[in-house]
């Protein structure tokens, strides 16, 4: 791990691969905000087993049509500008899922947040993958997929006690702040970063 970190240090510096991996930790986190939120906002909006079934397909399908695209832009641009973008419509995805009052808005929302998770992966993906390089990229794989699970595993958990608090449209509510301030962060905290 030791050389890895050093590898790093000589390629990129540690603020990039810090700055890509927090960046995928959160918006996957704030991506799973809502797997704890299904019942509630299901129970609110009156939607059937079979429409929140519904919901994690159109989740899948939004991640089908943004892996290819989103790993051909990932091979063009600068990651942290990638995930900015991917930031924003996490963003604009959970604040449409907030406000969401029947199904049809739901669907839309989460196919919006489903794009946005495709980005994130494939943005991390492609960049540790380049970053590792020959002889590390099975330890910068690791790094991304420690995210990626982490993310997985602490959204659910987050998004549930925002929702067992207050409700679970603030708990949208504040995936949507968050991911606008990881957006701005990105794109403004990172400019002198750039190539």
């Known amino acids: 791990m030791r050389d890895f970190v050093q590898r790093l240090r000589a390629s990129a510096g540690l603020l990039e691969p810090s700055l890509v991996s927090g960046s995928v930790l959160v918006l996957t986190s704030l991506v799973f905000f809502r797997s704890a939120l299904l019942p509630e906002f299901g129970a609110e909006l009156e939607m059937s087993t079979f429409e929140l079934g519904i919901v994690t397909t159109v989740f899948g399908i939004g991640r089908l049509v943004a892996d290819l695209p989103g790993g051909y832009l990932a091979d063009r641009i600068v990651a942290t500008r990638l995930l900015a973008v991917a930031a924003a419509g996490v963003a604009v995805g959970s604040l449409a899922l907030g406000l969401a009052g029947s199904a049809l808005p739901v669907y839309l929302a989460i196919f919006l947040l489903g794009l ?15 970053v590792g390089g ?62």
């Open 116 to 130: 946005a998770s495709a980005t994130t992966n494939g943005t991390g993906m492609t960049y540790y993958s380049n």
């Open 134 to 195: 020959p002889g590390f990229r099975g330890t910068a794989m690791a790094v991304f997929s420690a995210s990626l699970l982490g993310g997985q595993a602490i959204g659910p958990a987050v998004g549930g006690l925002i929702a067992s608090v207050a409700d679970w449209r603030l708990a949208m509510y504040v995936a949507a702040g968050v991911a606008s301030v990881l957006a701005i962060g990105l794109v403004f905290g990172t400019r002198a970063h750039q190539p």
